[in-house]
DNA sequence: CTGTTTGATCTTTTCGAAATTATCGGTATC
DNA sequence: GATACCGATAATTTCGAAAAGATCAAACAG
């Protein structure tokens, strides 16, 4: 039997989907932001019907909140938000990060290596505000992973990546407001040689500060920046 | 400003979604099995998109799975998926429990007891063999709830849901062999009480302990039915 | 002057047909 | 005899128009 056919590839709503997941994490599509159906059609050129299927599938990933039937709108980033999903994310990836360094082996070790290679290099080649170049944070993204890729839970691992995704956009602002990010070049190191050194207590309480730390940041410098809930309501679908 | 119109209750997309994710975790649609269109728009009386709709929702909450372009499958049953589940919700419950025992009030504290008394009742008006009702299904997901709603994290909370709704399709299993189901009822009893009486890790245990027994019992007395990864991925649409 | 209703306009939601893509069986070729 | 190719069939995926619903402002009543 000729088993061999291409899968294929994308589905046009898989590729308008991921699209707009990179869109809203990086905040073209501004949090609290009505998404109405037109601009965003001509936007991705695509019809109703695809685009519909891509904002439902958001919905679930909790990066759009679908409102009975008045549309959806990109889900808002607030304070309480902000520090809930903190808590989470730090007991996901202690968790996580202590699985990976009991079960990792050499491939897991060279995976993380690697990806920390490329972020450096990246690093040196954007210079000063790197952490501003979206292909930089796709690299942070994937050093991230890495260090917990082999914790042997899918299940983990997908909650992991959607937490990763939503936080993306807090730290987006972080890097707005007074970025120490120097310090957070040191702690990537700091974080992958305690992992590497198998130290699973040190790995997961670094791990922690990394993240508690920008967050921080941002209750500290852009915390006034969230009136209660639902910041920056203004502005609709930016165009570029 | 009249601020008091209703907001509408249901688009039909969201309707067939809730009923379909019903449909799944209750097993009327066989884990593993295919998904086609025809059959689904007479079943639930809607057209191609709306159904697109409600599935592309659940494939992003893990109850059904995208085959590229070759449409749609029940998210398959495993073995490996049943424990890496369960290890993933003991981390969750026993967090949300221990958080929700440190934040709980008096609401919180009769919402416990009141369902678990609608629990109660409910198995007393059923009978033996209460636990295959959907009724009581529903009610014993309230009391599961309830123990950890509380915990103030709406994040902790959706995911544990999730979790909670994907291990249904297991606990369904559980039941058809041999079921001790005089036990949990003890089980959730002395749950209760440990929670009532504000003991975090007493509490804590026995939730782990009443996740772990139920998986035991499937793994013991179905883990045959599992080969490999993708178990019964015979037959299609279930018509009842 | 305040608050409610009504109707026009705009948005979202649903629908079923058209286009695209996979699947299956038959035929030819090595 | 087995494998690869090709055409017919059946499925999924996409589309844009039609229906249903929400929003806003003006007109009206209290």
């Not at 902000?82 to 360094?101: G, M, N, S």
Request: neutral net charge; aromatic residues 6%.
């Amino acid at each position: 039997m000729t088993d061999g056919r291409k899968p294929s590839g994308e589905t046009r709503a898989g590729d308008v989907l991921q699209r707009m997941r990179l869109d809203i994490i990086s905040c073209v599509l501004k949090p609290g932001s009505k998404l109405r159906f037109e601009p965003l059609k001509d936007m991705y050129a695509v019809s109703f019907s695809t685009l519909r299927e891509a904002l439902s599938r958001l919905v679930a990933e909790g990066l759009v909140i679908a409102e009975g039937q008045r549309g959806f709108i990109v889900a808002p980033l607030s304070l309480a938000d902000l520090i809930d999903l903190t808590d989470v994310r730090v007991l996901i990836e202690r968790e996580a990060l202590r699985l990976a360094i009991e079960k990792g082996d050499d491939r897991w070790e060279a995976e993380i290596i690697g990806t920390y290679h490329r972020m450096d290099r990246l690093q040196s080649r954007l210079g000063h505000e790197y952490y501003l170049s979206e292909d930089w944070s796709k690299v942070h993204g994937e050093f991230h992973y890495a260090l917990v890729s082999a914790c042997g839970s899918p299940n983990l691992l997908e909650i992991r990546q959607k937490l990763f995704e939503r936080a993306h956009r807090y730290r987006r602002m972080s890097s707005q407001f007074r970025p120490k990010w120097r310090e957070k070049d040191v702690e990537h190191r700091t974080i992958m040689e305690a992992v590497l050194a198998r130290d699973p207590k040190r790995s997961s309480d670094l791990i922690e500060r990394h993240i508690r730390e920008t967050t921080e940041n941002v209750v500290e410098h852009a915390g006034h920046l969230f009136s209660g809930g639902i910041p920056r309501a203004g502005a609709d679908v930016a165009a570029e």
